[in-house]
């Protein structure tokens, strides 16, 4: 085939498109395989998680995230993992935590990043095997992760 | 080389559950950016803190990107007894970092 100067020029756009995507970004699909992968097929139930994340974000670079569970935290009725997953940043997991009746009290405090305006999940496994979960709509207006530097 | 800042109180009392706050210098590089010329900015971050209390591990972490620079991370115990926390950072490119902390219970 002629390469007319139309075809060339779209071609060349495309190449050019293709090279500055932003890395691919997880989605909802991927969120839930990632979810999926940590807890098996277990149900996930919404209640006794509670997740704090400010509802707007000024800067998305660091943004203050605590879990806490209600639980006693004994040996026989405690939080063994709690996880924390968001819809669009460029990979699902957040970050992990694994726990046991010294917690004492089970939650933490920690700074994340968050690429965009979505829903962060928090989701806690317990030593009976029930999977519980909270989730908040954030809104970010300076993104992290997509950023150049010189 | 890295630094970290501990903060826990120095005593307790025997069952009391205290507070233990961790902040530790690192970029924690993403490995999604790139600079101004398109080159990747390979990742480099922690992906794993551990706290053990007197040998036994008594709380573990997995870091993902998502973790700011300088991980903060607040999170509790049982003071059992009287001895030493010791806390361990470790992740990409070989990075190892330990603190650690004492506590007397009475």
């Keep these: ?150 | 080389m890295s630094r970290a800042v501990i903060n826990m109180p120095a005593r307790a009392k025997r069952g009391q559950v205290i507070e233990i706050k961790t902040l530790v210098g690192h970029p924690m590089e993403t490995g999604f950016r790139r600079t101004s010329v398109g080159a990747p900015i390979p990742r480099d971050i922690i992906t794993q803190f551990a706290c053990t209390y007197n040998g036994t591990e008594i709380f573990r972490a997995d870091f993902y990107p998502a973790v700011s620079a300088n991980p903060l991370f607040t999170f509790t115990t049982v003071a059992t007894e009287t001895g030493t926390l010791e806390f361990k950072w470790s992740g990409d490119n070989n990075f190892v970092f330990t603190e650690s902390a004492t506590i007397t219970v009475d």
């Design chain 1, 1 to 150: 085939m002629k390469t007319s100067r139309r075809n060339f020029l779209a071609a060349a756009g495309g190449v050019g498109f293709a090279l500055t995507l932003p890395p691919a970004r997880a989605t909802r699909a991927t969120m839930q395989d990632a979810i999926r992968k940590v807890v098996g097929d277990a149900p996930l139930r919404p209640g006794k998680v509670r997740l704090d994340v400010p509802p707007l974000i000024d800067n998305g670079n660091a943004v203050a995230l605590s879990v806490s569970v209600e639980s006693a935290m004994t040996q026989v009725d405690h939080v063994k993992a709690i996880h924390v997953f968001t819809e669009k940043n460029p990979q699902p997991n957040v970050l992990s935590v694994y726990l046991g009746p010294r917690a004492g009290r089970a939650g933490f405090t920690t700074r994340v990043r968050l690429a965009d305006t979505q829903t962060v999940i928090a989701i806690a496994q317990l030593n009976d095997g029930s999977v519980w979960l909270d989730s908040k709509d954030v809104v970010v207006t300076i993104a992290a992760c997509l950023e150049e530097i010189g």
